[in-house]
């Protein structure tokens, strides 16, 4: 093995041996999701202060539709109520685990994966949270569901990326966790794949969320589903929208007035 790859395997037998169970997948989610959900939010959202003509040249929304400075906050607000509830009920779920003597669910094995099963395990993850996600997603669009439930995350129709975790606490758990939880919980994969998998999903989202063309195709995409509401369900990639039809194939089909959806023809 090369020096870096032996340098983690000590450092992550060291941590096996040092901490519990418990304090590894509760402190290591933790740490991961501040680190890769709240660093990219400050970056995104920082720009318009540090580079305000670089940022209304890369944003895809005009400068009127943006959120003001109060929904911003509250959408810190409501992020930070999200992740709390999420870290308790991850903290109870885990501790009723121990209590009754059942092992982790994922493999806290101090010896790392090897390659071929870290890129199997995270391809798997991949495909299941797209899955997932987009027929959750489809589902909370539903007339019965969206007034209650989706309706709180659509508030931002021009996002940025603290609008990513800006959900009804019940959506949060259903569709924006449990999609990522589940692939990497069901194969007992490796607590270090999930959480290299979850620290990607995370970048992903924010950047998704952030309003600005950087990535061609990455956040223009989920910022249309925002504008326009009935079309690009998908998280990470096309393949169900293209499977189901609900793709946008180009923007002059789509427009929002007054907050009503018009399909034109």
Same mark, same amino acid.
């Given at each position: ?59 895809? *929304? ?20 999200? *992740? ?26 101090? *010896? ?12 798997? #993850? ?38 990513? *975790? ?20 069901? #194969? ?78």
């Amino acid at each position: 093995r090369s020096f870096p790859m032996e340098s983690l395997e000590h450092s992550w037998k060291s941590i096996v041996g040092r901490y519990t169970p418990l304090q590894i997948e509760v402190v290591g989610t933790a740490i991961v999701q501040l680190l890769t959900f709240y660093l990219p939010c400050v970056i995104y959202m920082s720009l318009p202060l540090l580079a305000p003509e670089f940022s209304m040249r890369h944003k895809l *929304q005009k400068q009127e539709k943006q959120p003001t400075a109060a929904q911003i906050k509250d959408a810190f607000l409501v992020v930070m109520r999200n *992740q709390t509830i999420a870290l308790v009920l991850q903290f109870l779920s885990i501790y009723n685990e121990r209590r009754r003597g059942y092992p982790s669910v994922f493999d806290l094995s101090p *010896q790392l994966p090897t390659l071929t099963i870290f890129l199997r395990d995270i391809f798997i #993850m991949l495909v299941v949270r797209e899955m997932l996600f987009y027929y959750i997603h489809r589902l909370f669009h539903t007339k019965r569901l969206y007034p209650y439930i989706h309706k709180i995350h659509h508030r931002f129709t021009a996002p940025c990326a603290l609008a990513a *975790q800006y959900a009804h606490p019940f959506e949060h758990i259903v569709c924006n966790v449990a999609p990522i939880f589940l692939p990497g919980a069901l #194969m007992k994969s490796h607590v270090l794949t999930f959480w290299v998998f979850l620290a990607a999903m995370l970048i992903e989202t924010s950047t998704v969320h952030s309003g600005y063309d950087f990535w061609p195709h990455l956040a223009e995409k989920h910022d249309r589903h925002h504008e326009v509401f009935m079309w690009n369900y998908g998280a990470s990639l096309d393949w169900f929208d293209w499977l189901h039809g609900t793709k946008e194939k180009t923007k002059a089909k789509n427009t929002t007035t007054g907050g009503k959806q018009i399909k034109k023809d």
